[in-house]
């Protein structure tokens, strides 16, 4: 049986600042990024602070983790839709909030195990990738904004509906 090989990253240092992209590559050769709008964050970012998000308005981390981790959510769902059938997969996600990554594991397998039949929470690991892969070059271009490189991706632009709804559902 083959096995689909995802791999996740961020390029960016804040999520709340300027530049902000999260990237999916599936099988080292398709990928999905998004580059998050400043409407998006400013947005979000407000319905958190009035606590519209079931999320304290002190726990910052929080909220960052689960707005990173609802795009992951919803570029894995464009992601799947590519699937031709559903096999097995193994997911590789950066480590981009040192000791969160139980919570963005946890919410990940949640919102996508219905879809994703056979995944395996033992298939969601911890990785650090190298410079030069696929992964880190793509996250990198569409921070950036590198037209040429982008050209070949698929990129999206998230409703703000989807976002939240996914944060707020988030359990701990």
């Known amino acids: 049986m083959p096995i689909d090989l995802f791999e996740i ?5 804040d999520l709340l600042n300027r530049d902000y992209s999260v990237v999916v590559v599936k099988n080292n050769q398709t990928v999905f990024g998004y580059k998050i709008e400043q409407h998006v ?13 079931n999320i304290s308005n002190d726990n910052v981390l929080n909220f960052k983790i689960r707005f990173h981790t609802a795009i992951i959510i919803l570029l894995m769902k464009e992601a ?13 996600i950066c480590n ?8 963005i594991k946890d919410m990940f397998f949640t919102n996508l195990k219905p879809e994703m039949p056979t995944l395996d ?5 911890m990785a650090k990738f190298p410079p030069e892969s696929l992964i880190q070059r793509a996250a990198k271009s569409v921070y ?4 040429e490189e ?3 991706f698929n990129l999206y632009h998230f409703d703000i509906e989807q976002l939240k709804d996914l944060i707020k559902k988030a359990r701990r």
Not at 9 to 13: P, R, T
Not at 96 to 103: I, L, N, P, S
């Open 150 to 152: 982008m050209s070949r």
């Open 144 to 147: 950036k904004g590198d037209k």
């Open 121 to 125: 929470r033992e298939k969601i690991i």
């Open 41 to 53: 964050k400013d947005e979000l970012t407000n319905q958190f602070r009035k606590g519209l998000l």
């Open 80 to 92: 799947i839709k590519r699937r031709e059938k559903l096999d097995e997969c193994k997911v590789l």
């Open 96 to 103: 981009d909030y040192d000791g969160h990554f139980h919570e």
């Open 9 to 13: 990253d961020k390029s960016g240092s």
